[in-house]
C-alpha cells in the first residue's frame, strides 16, 4: 500500500512550497511544488488530485493500492478508476490494476475562474496563445495567465543541470510576458525526480500534474499538442499520440484539460503565428541554445516554412538570417533528401509545391549526394570491378558538393 499524506503549504520568504509525503512501508518520498508567493492563493490543499495523479505510475508499476488522506476530485477519481487505469493496464502489460482508497469532493474550489497555457515561446505554444487572444474567441475561453513548469522538459530526471536550465529558460519567457502583460505562473518541483521516466512517455501528466496545484485559478487550461488528431494512437511509449484523451481523463470539477493547435499542421500553424507580432521577436524553437542557433533541426525547418511562407525577414530578430542564407541551399538540399522520412520536412516540401518555390539546382545535387542508400544499394547489385568506377564517380559528385557548400546563396 502507498499512503499520500494530506497537502501542506509552507512559506520561505518570497517562495511557497506545497507538500505531501508519499509513503510505502519504511520508505518516504516528500514530493513538493513550489512557486512564487504572490501565486499561494492559486493553491489547493484541500484536495490531493496532483499527488495522486503522480504516484499513480509508480503504483500501477508495483502493482500497490493507493491509500489518500485527504480528499479527491470526484470526477478525477472516477476518470481514473472507470476508464484511465484499464486504459494504462491496456497500453503497457507490466501495469497492474489497483485500487485508490479514498474520500472524494465535488465542491467547486475555483475562485479566480482564470484561463491558462503553457508559454515556451516555441510554434505550438504562440499558436495557442494567439488562437486564445483572438476577437473571434469567446470570452471565457481567453487566455488570461501563462505558465512555465519545472516538470521534466529541462531534463527528463531531474536534478541541479534541469534545474538551472528550467531558471534561465524562465527569464527567457518572463521577458516575453512582461513585454505582452501576461501574469506568470511559475512552478519548480522535484517531480522529475519521483518519476524518474522518461520525458516522451509522461509529458502530458506532468504538465496536467503541475496545473492540478492551481485549481483554485484555473477554469481551464490548453495544452498545447504537438500532433495532429489524426495521429491519435494508444501507445505508452508516446504521450502526445493519446493526449486528447489523458487530458479529458485528468480534468476535474475545476479545470478543464484541452489539447489545443491538434487541428493543425506544423506548416499551419506557423502561418498563423507569423500573423501574431510578439513572436517576432521571441519566437524561440532551438533545441541547443538559450537563442536560436539558426542551424539545428528545429531552427532550419522553422526558417524553411517562414521562408516559403514568405514572411522570413519578419523574424530578423529572433533568427540570424544572413547565417540562414548562406546555409540556404543546402538546407534545402537536406530536406529534398529527407522528405520522405520526416513528416515535418514533407509538410514543408509540399508548401513549397504549393507555392512555387524554385528549388536551386545545387540543392538537388545535395539531395542526389545525401541519399547514401542509394550508393549502398548500387553497391550490393555490382561486381567488383565496377564499384571501383562508381566509387571514383561519388569521390567526384563529393567535390562538387564541397564547392556548392563554399558557395554564398
Ligand atoms: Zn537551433
Known amino acids: 500500500m502507498i499512503s499520500i499524506s494530506e497537502p501542506k503549504i509552507q512559506v520561505y520568504g518570497d517562495v511557497c512550497i506545497v507538500y505531501s509525503d508519499i509513503s510505502e512501508r519504511d520508505k518516504v518520498f516528500r514530493l513538493w511544488f513550489s512557486t512564487s508567493i504572490e501565486n499561494k492563493e492559486y493553491i489547493i490543499t484541500k484536495r490531493a488530485d496532483a499527488f495522486l495523479v503522480s504516484t499513480l505510475f509508480y503504483a500501477l508499476k508495483k502493482g500497490q493500492d493507493i491509500k489518500v488522506n485527504a480528499l479527491v476530485s470526484e470526477k478525477l477519481y472516477y476518470n481514473i478508476t472507470t476508464y484511465f487505469m484499464d486504459t494504462l493496464c ?67 530526471y531531474g536534478g541541479d543541470a534541469a534545474r538551472d536550465l528550467y531558471t534561465e529558460r524562465k527569464d527567457f519567457v518572463q521577458g516575453f ?55 491519435f494512437k494508444l501507445d505508452y511509449k508516446l504521450a502526445a499520440k493519446y493526449d486528447i484523451f489523458t487530458l479529458s481523463m485528468l480534468s476535474t470539477e475545476d479545470t478543464e484539460f484541452y489539447s489545443s493547435g491538434s487541428t493543425f499542421t506544423r506548416v499551419e500553424k506557423t502561418r498563423l503565428i507569423s500573423e501574431y507580432v510578439p513572436s517576432y521577436k521571441f519566437l524561440n524553437v532551438c533545441v541547443y541554445e538559450k537563442d536560436n ?62 507555392n512555387k518555390i ?22 550490393i547489385r555490382i561486381s567488383d570491378k565496377h564499384k571501383k568506377k562508381i566509387v571514383e564517380l561519388f569521390k567526384r559528385l563529393r567535390i562538387a558538393k564541397h564547392l556548392a557548400s563554399s558557395t554564398n546563396y
Open 90 to 156: 491496456k497500453m503497457n502489460s507490466e501495469y497492474k490494476r489497483i485500487n485508490i482508497i479514498c474520500k472524494t469532493d465535488t465542491k467547486r474550489e475555483n475562485v479566480y475562474n482564470g484561463v491558462g497555457t503553457g508559454i515556451s515561446c516555441g510554434v505550438d505554444s504562440f499558436c495557442t496563445l494567439y488562437q486564445h487572444t483572438l476577437e473571434k474567441c469567446p470570452p471565457g475561453y481567453r487566455i488570461t495567465h501563462l505558465t512555465f513548469f519545472n516538470v521534466g522538459a529541462s531534463g527528463d
Open 358 to 379: 524554385k528549388i536551386p539546382l545545387l540543392s538537388r545535387l545535395y539531395a542526389l549526394l545525401s541519399m547514401k542508400w542509394l550508393y549502398n544499394e548500387i553497391s
Open 177 to 231: 510576458c512582461s513585454r505582452s502583460a501576461f501574469p506568470l505562473i511559475d512552478l519548480d518541483s522535484n517531480l522529475s525526480e519521483f518519476l524518474n521516466m522518461s520525458f516522451l512517455q509522461t509529458h502530458t501528466f506532468r504538465n496536467c500534474i503541475a496545473v492540478l496545484i492551481f485549481q483554485k485559478l484555473f477554469s481551464r487550461y490548453y495544452y498545447s499538442s504537438a500532433t495532429t488528431i489524426s495521429e
Open 293 to 354: 542557433c539558426t542551424i539545428c533541426y528545429k531552427c532550419k525547418r522553422t526558417l524553411l516554412t517562414l521562408d516559403f511562407l514568405g514572411v522570413l525577414d519578419k523574424y530578423r530578430e529572433s533568427f540570424d538570417l544572413e547565417l540562414y542564407r548562406k546555409k540556404r541551399v543546402r538546407f534545402i538540399g537536406d530536406m529534398l533528401a529527407n522528405k520522405n522520412k520526416d513528416k515535418y520536412l514533407k509538410e514543408i516540401y509540399i508548401l513549397a509545391r504549393q
